[in-house]
């Protein structure tokens, strides 16, 4: 689903990047809009099928999450001037976000699944 956000409206990201930060105070409420809906996500996947007893699975989780809206955010502003920046098309990128998410979050966390 946040893939399909980025690919579908880059221009709308970069519009809302713009004028936020051209304003100190929509910056300060889109940044505490992101940080409550990361914080959401990562509530409901430690409800999933995730342990949250093992390690830290919060913290990583939530590293995660920040992770992969930081590098889609990046590729929805660079991607259209920049076509050939990345060599894998939008549905290609989901299994390579889950996979780099999966084992970073196993790693941090002694092997959740």
Do not use: K
Not at 29 to 45: G, K, P, S, Y
Not at 76 to 103: K, T
């Amino acid at each position: 689903a946040m893939v399909a956000h980025y690919e579908e409206n880059p221009r709308l990201m970069a519009a809302f990047y713009t004028r936020s930060a051209a304003d100190p105070q929509a910056w300060q409420e889109a940044v505490q809009d992101h940080v409550r809906l990361v914080d959401t996500i990562v509530r409901l996947l430690c409800q999933g099928e995730w342990n949250a007893t093992q390690g830290d699975l919060t913290r990583a989780l939530t590293l995660a999450v920040h992770m992969v809206f930081s590098f889609l955010g990046d590729v929805s502003l660079h991607r259209r001037s920049v076509p050939d920046m990345l060599p894998f098309e939008a549905e290609e990128l989901v299994p390579e976000l889950n996979q780099m998410i999966l084992g970073y979050v196993q790693a941090r966390t002694g092997g959740v699944s």
